[in-house]
Structures are given as structure tokens and as C-alpha cells.
């Protein structure tokens, strides 16, 4: 009986039905979140995809027109801004994967030891995370005001006039000085991530560690890097979707300007759609952001599961 | 009494509209106690006390002189406010009237997709094309037959400081550009700023950009660019045109202009930082509202040499899908009437549409239209209104591109014919 029952156990077939069961029993309270999911979520994605197919003004009147790739020949080719759009979405990845995400982490190391403040810090710290994008737009845009200004003003008070900017007006520096408010805005939330993480690493390997000679530097690279591996993954995946996405940061501080200077994908394909109203091609950006996020996103996060069944 | 009027905060929330109309009224829509048809007005949300308190004089009147009606008014900020009209159309969720600009690119577009009734029948009913001035009614006439009647007329113009300009020693009001550019060079020597701008709203130096564009090529070329008659490519005017803004960018306009919105750097010119500001009929009440003395301040046209006026107009149309499209035009009738416009006009902007309506007097400013629209033998709109949509994002961006350096002046018309052309 013994070998019977084993394989019973074991059979693909027999192993199923279990499951099957479970799945049929999960489906009611599955059903109402996948159809809310697929009529909000993917159906206006694939709607998106086959507009980027069509030439269309947006107006319900106007039925839209099947163009084939004539929108993606477009943007690639005769499109004055796509380029420089991409080409900001890329350095505003490639920026907050580095800047916050490195000033998160020290924050958190450095407020995750007992210390007079601690808590005070933690907030002060995490409080910008929890502004509007716009209201933060508001504020910096004052701080960048280039004549009655904080910053600006600072400068001339302790003698760096000569360091005064058009931080919003000027071309090359603007997309930077956008990116500074983003800073501002998201290392609070990097920081909670990672203080979480940090919780996670046992303190008897610290301890262990420390025991057999280890310095701060090691006990850092070899306890708790390892341990903050998947709060980093998670951080790693929703900065570069954050990042990519973009949007009422430059919105709310410089509309994509000067001269389009700061444009970006999101934006550009809301320009595109609702103030040009060229829905075809806001689409085709649409969808060249898609695929973006998915190449960027997608092998990071196989790669990391992998990892982790390893 | 006080004009039930609705603040939408965003377009997404039109859906919810009918809920909040829906609050205390009875099951057929209309507010208890109040008349049996209900006309919705949809309009951009206003800052001005004055105009606001223009549309409680006409919603009031007309509901008193039409017990059976009440009038909501429903405001949106200007983006929202077009947006939420590009969304109704072709649906039945529309207001029953609605205040929009008039030219090609921003209600002629509307016109196109058949949101806006087309009023003959309505003007020959009131008579209505003998109440208007002809540049007022040329603005709803341009699109084929009647659509909209005018409620606004708009001009602009560019507004200085008297004791600014006689510290540089600028006695008179330059008649031509080159005693403008004359004025402009003495503020400089004397350490004034000419003239103020916002960069971050791209209609703002676009007017200055309008305005040359006029001096260097006359009307008949400007117009026939504005139209795709003539190439950007191949007219020197526009070579020029963009010479000088690049000029006036590097050396007349307030620093950090770029970073700036209008609004921000009209306070340059309330504070007495600027010496000019390129201004509309509207920016009268403002300048008085600054607390800046208007007896210190004059205004004279962009002298381009062309004798048109930088304006435009504002019209309010009938929604072609209304079902109540007689109380509506009654309302009209009503709010464009003698009465009406006389106990209104300043509210606004200087002067009324209304021909048999003289301008305001409450406001001195006001008063110095007069002469400016008298001189003027046509207008020139502003690009942002003459042109399609994706057009003016392209004109902007190298309007701004030429400003920032990153496109020649010589090769700015190159880039707008290029853009014409993939079109």
C-alpha cells in the first residue's frame, strides 16, 4: 500500500485536482478584482496599441483612420521632440537609479541606529514623499524663481551671485534642476524601504560578524547588502517605473520647456493626445514608453526571481 | 441673489457633474423653486471680482425677465475648459452654451466637428448683425455663416510707465518699431528693464513673435504664413523676424524670463522693474487692481507699421446638440443687448462688442482704447489661434529654440517649413 499511496501523492494528474478545486473555489472573490483590472487596465493598454495604428483627432464626431506604422515612421523620423524626449526619459532613469537611491540608503543606515532624533528625522525626511507632485511643482518653482527666488537669493546673500541660474529657464540645466525637486521629493520614500529591509538583517550575524573582527564597511557589504537584496529589487523596479513614467514634476514646473528642453515620454504623449490632439501618435509614444518599461522592468525582475529560487 | 455657478476642479470629473447639478434640485433636474427649463453656460473660470460680478448681472437678469428659466453657469481654468469641450462632442452631455475663442485653430475647430449651431437663422430673428461692431462680427462670420455671437473683444498692446520712460529720456510714444527699438536701447543706458515677459507659458513671447513677424513682412505675408499660402522657408521677412526676437531675447527682456509665467513677470511691471509689459485689454483692471497709479501708466500699439491690431475675440455659441437652442439664443439676445453691455462693458476688457455701447469710463485705461482700435485698419491674431494645434506646439518650440540658441535665427524658418511640410 505504502508505494501506492506514494504515488498518489506524487502523480502530475492526481496533484491537480486539489488545485483545481482551490482555483475554482478562489474564482468569486478573484473575478471581481481581474474584471475591474482587464476593463481598466488592459483594455485601455491594447486600446492604446491599436490606436498608435490609426490617425485620429480624439473627437467622437471623427472616426479614426487605419494607418499602419505610418505613426511610429513619424515619431522616429519626423518628430522634432521624440528624440529629445527619450533621450530625457533615459537620463531620468538612469539619474534616479543612482541619486536617490544612494542617498535613500545612506539615510537609512544612518537613521537606523539609536540616536537622539531619530524618529524627528524619519519624518522630517519621509515628509516631502507625502506632497502632491504638483504642490512640490509649486514649491521649487519658487525656490527656482530666478529673481526673488530662495535659491538665487541665498547665493547673492553669502556672495556666489556669480552661481545664479535660470535654473528653469536655462536649456541645459533645467531637466537637472527638475530632477533635484524629484530628489527631494522621493528619498524619503527609498529610505522607508530601506529602513524596512534593514530590520530584516538578523542582529546575532551582525553580532557574529562584529565577533570575528569584522569592520563597519564589511559587516556592511557581507551581513547586510545580502539581506537588503530583495528590499533592493523592489526599490530598483518601482524607481524605474516611477522614473519612466514621469510627468507632473515637469508639468507643474515647466510645462516641457523652454523649447522643449525638459520634455519627456508621458508628457510628450499627453501633449501629443490631448493638446495636438494627434491621438495616433500620442498612442505610438505611448507605446514605445510601454515597451520601454517592459524591456527595462521585465528581465530585471526574471532575472531577480531566479536568483532568488537559486 | 447669487448665480449658481459650479468650479470644475478637473475634466474627469464631467461624470460627476450630473450629481453635483443633480443637488437640490427636483427629479426633473430643475433647482426647487426655480423655473422649469434649466440652461447650462459653460465658461473659463475668471480671477477678476469685476467679471465675475458682469456674469451674476446677466444670469440674474435674464432669470428675472424669464421666471420659467434658471441658468447654471459652470467654470473650468482655461486647459480644462478646452479640454472638457473636446470631450463632448458627439455626445449629448454638453452644456447648451458655450464661451469660446474664435479663430481657425481654436473655435473654428470646434465649428469643424459640429459642436457649434450655426446661428443665421437666429441672427436674421434678433437682428443681431446690426448690434455688432464689423470686427466683432467678423470673428463669428469666418468659419461661413454665423456661429457664436461676439461677447469679447480683445486687443493687444504694450503698456509703459511714464516715469520709467521719461527717466531714460523717452519723450514721446514710439510710432514706429525703430523708434521702438530706439526706447528700448535708451532703457537700457539707463538701467531700466524694457520690457517684461513669462517664458514658461509659451503664448506670452509669442505675441512679441507675432508682432514682428507683422513688422518684417507686412499683413498680406503674414497672413498668407499664417494660412500655409507662403513658405516659411522662402520669405527673408521671417529670417528677420526671428533676428529680432533673438535680439530682444538677448537684450531687452527681463532676466530670467524663461523661468518665469506671465503672471510672475507681470509683477515686474506692477512693481516698476520693467518699463513695458505686451499686454491686452483685460490687463487694464489689473494694472488698477496692482495698486499702481493708472494715470502713470499709457498704452500704445506694437508699432509694426502695418496699421492691424494684435487682438482677437470671444464669442459665446449655441451647442449644436442643445434641445433648447431658442431659450438660449433668447439669452443671448439678452446678454449682447444695449442694457446689458452698457451696466457690463469694462468688466472684461476696454470696450464692448456691442456698437451702440461706449467704452467704460470707471477705469482711465479703458479710455486710451479708444484711439488704438480707431487707428487700427484690420487685426492680427495671435499664432495660437490662427494656427492647428500641432503647429503652434512646433512654432513655440522654435520660437523658444531661437530665444535659447539652440536654432539660428536664419534656420528658425527652415524648421517651421519642414514641420509644415511632414504634415
Known sequence: MAPIQSLARTAPGAARGPRRRRFVRALPYLAPAALLYAYFLAYPMIDAVRLSFFEWSGFRTESPAFVGLENYVRILTKDPVFWTALTNSVIWVVLSLVVPMMISLLLALALNRRMIGRNLFRSVFYMPAVFASITVASIWRWIYNPTLGLLNETLRTVGLEDWAQQWLGNPDIALYSIFAASVWQGVGFGMILFLAGLQQVPPEQVDAARVDGAGGWQVFRHVSMPALKPTTVVVIILTMINSLKVFDLVVGMTGGGPAQSTQVLALWTYTQSFSNHNFGQGSAVATVLLVISLFLVVPYLMWSMRSDKE | ?423
Open chain 2, 1 to 423: 441673489m447669487v448665480t449658481r455657478r459650479i468650479k470644475v476642479k478637473a475634466v474627469g470629473v464631467i461624470a460627476a457633474l450630473g450629481i453635483l447639478t443633480a443637488c437640490g434640485t427636483s427629479p426633473d433636474g430643475v433647482p426647487e423653486g426655480k423655473g422649469t427649463t434649466q440652461l447650462v453656460v459653460w465658461m473659463p473660470a475668471s480671477d477678476s471680482e469685476a467679471q465675475e460680478a458682469a456674469v451674476d448681472t446677466m444670469v440674474n437678469g435674464f432669470e428675472k425677465a424669464n421666471p420659467d428659466v434658471t441658468v447654471t453657469v459652470e467654470e473650468r481654468q482655461t486647459d480644462p475648459h478646452k479640454q472638457a469641450l473636446r470631450q463632448i462632442v458627439g455626445t449629448d452631455s454638453g452644456p447648451d452654451i458655450y464661451w469660446y475663442w474664435e479663430g481657425l485653430g481654436l473655435g473654428g475647430e470646434l465649428v469643424d466637428v459640429g459642436l457649434s449651431q450655426d446661428l443665421t437663422e437666429y441672427y436674421d430673428e434678433y437682428g443681431w448683425a446690426d448690434r455688432f461692431t464689423n470686427p466683432a462680427l467678423a470673428g463669428v462670420t469666418q468659419y461661413g455663416g454665423y456661429h457664436g455671437v461676439p461677447f469679447g473683444q480683445q486687443a493687444m498692446a504694450l503698456y509703459y510707465n511714464k516715469d520709467l520712460f521719461a527717466q531714460a529720456g523717452i519723450s514721446a510714444e514710439p510710432t514706429t518699431y525703430d523708434e521702438l527699438i530706439a526706447a528700448n536701447d535708451k532703457l537700457v543706458a539707463a538701467g531700466i528693464t524694457p520690457i517684461e515677459f513669462g517664458g514658461t507659458v509659451n503664448w506670452h513671447i509669442m505675441r512679441l513673435l507675432d508682432s514682428l513677424l507683422e513688422t518684417e513682412c507686412g499683413a498680406e505675408t503674414n497672413t498668407a504664413l499664417a494660412t500655409g499660402k507662403a513658405s516659411w522657408a522662402e520669405e527673408p521677412c521671417v529670417d528677420a523676424a526671428y533676428t529680432e526676437l533673438a535680439t530682444w531675447g538677448e537684450k531687452y527682456l527681463n532676466d530670467g524670463y524663461f523661468g518665469m509665467s506671465n503672471s510672475d513677470s507681470s509683477q515686474l511691471f506692477f512693481s516698476g522693474d520693467a518699463a513695458m509689459a505686451f499686454e491686452g485689454t483685460w490687463f487694464d483692471a489689473e494694472v488698477t487692481d496692482s495698486g499702481l497709479d493708472p494715470e502713470n501708466v499709457g498704452i500704445f500699439a506694437f508699432p509694426t507699421g502695418s496699421d492691424r491690431l494684435s487682438a482677437f475675440g470671444e464669442a459665446l455659441y449655441i451647442n449644436a446638440a442643445s434641445e433648447k437652442k431658442d431659450v438660449a439664443a433668447k439669452f443671448l439676445d439678452f446678454v449682447t443687448s444695449d442694457d446689458i453691455q452698457a451696466e457690463t462693458v469694462g468688466s472684461s476688457g476696454a470696450i464692448s462688442v456691442n456698437k451702440n455701447v461706449e467704452p467704460g469710463t470707471e477705469n482711465p485705461l479703458n479710455q486710451l482704447w479708444s484711439p488704438i482700435f480707431g487707428g487700427a485698419s484690420g487685426v492680427y491674431g495671435p499664432s495660437d489661434q490662427n494656427l492647428p494645434l500641432d503647429l503652434t506646439t512646433e512654432y513655440w518650440r522654435v520660437q523658444n529654440s531661437v530665444l535659447t540658441g539652440d536654432i539660428a535665427p536664419d534656420k528658425a524658418g527652415d524648421a517651421m517649413q519642414e514641420f509644415v511640410d511632414n504634415q
